[in-house]
């Protein structure tokens, strides 16, 4: 995968001056998927840390692994059963406890693959299958497919890191819209999951102009 990383970094470096200043400050992809993950586990996780801060996220994840001690992640039964009250002692929301429950229901309903399903399955008919659950939008299942299936041509233009990242790589006044960051991702396929990476990086290193 670090070849992979290479040529996609070369790649993108090779775009544009804007493109090769930002990767020569950054360094290396250091991307890290975490494929052990089935989809499942993967949603969960996504919704925990959908409109927060990191380090927030971090938080209401870890309180909620502290209830199955001994254990990795809680089985889809296993957070059917947990009471509302405890998860929300975690720090979720009650949008997002009915949102990982409906998730966990799907798990053993069917609707949410196992790994080995989602790995063949193309892009977009996994999105639709998965944004008619409740709660779970496009962004939710590009993190899946980013993080837990390993595709490298994923770009989250509903991200605003992405959207802001790319604006301060450009030094533009305003974000781009939905559409119009779809048509500047264009010419970073096959690649966009690791312009995705760098651009999550941008706001780190320029000023807003």
């Known amino acids: 995968m670090a070849d992979t990383y290479q040529a996609a970094s070369d790649f ?59 254990q990795t992640f809680p089985r889809p039964e296993q957070l059917l059963a947990t009471d509302v009250e405890r998860l929300r002692g975690c720090g979720f929301s009650a949008s997002k406890i009915a949102t990982i429950q409906g998730i966990a229901q799907a798990t053993l309903d069917g609707v949410v693959p196992d790994y080995a399903t989602a790995l063949a399955m193309d892009d977009e008919a996994l999105i639709e299958r998965l944004v008619s659950l409740r709660g779970v939008g496009r962004w939710t299942v590009e993190m899946l497919l980013i993080y837990s299936l390993e595709r490298m041509d994923i770009l989250p233009v509903d991200d605003f890191g992405v959207r802001e ?37 941008v706001p780190k290193l320029l000023p807003s102009p």
Not at 31 to 55: F, M, N, T, W
Not at 176 to 190: D, V
């Open 165 to 201: 990242g790319y604006r301060r790589l450009k030094g533009l006044e305003v974000q781009p819209t939905r559409k119009q960051m779809i048509e500047i991702g264009l010419a970073w396929r096959p690649y966009r999951t690791v312009a995705a990476w760098y651009l999550w990086r």
């Open 12 to 70: 993108l470096a090779a775009l544009d001056a804007d493109w090769q200043r930002h990767i020569a400050a950054i360094g290396p992809c250091l991307h890290r998927p975490h494929p052990a993950r089935d989809p499942y586990e993967s949603l969960v996780r996504a919704i925990a840390y959908q409109q927060l801060h990191a380090k927030a996220g971090d938080a209401i994840l870890g309180r909620l692994l502290g209830l199955f001690a001994g």
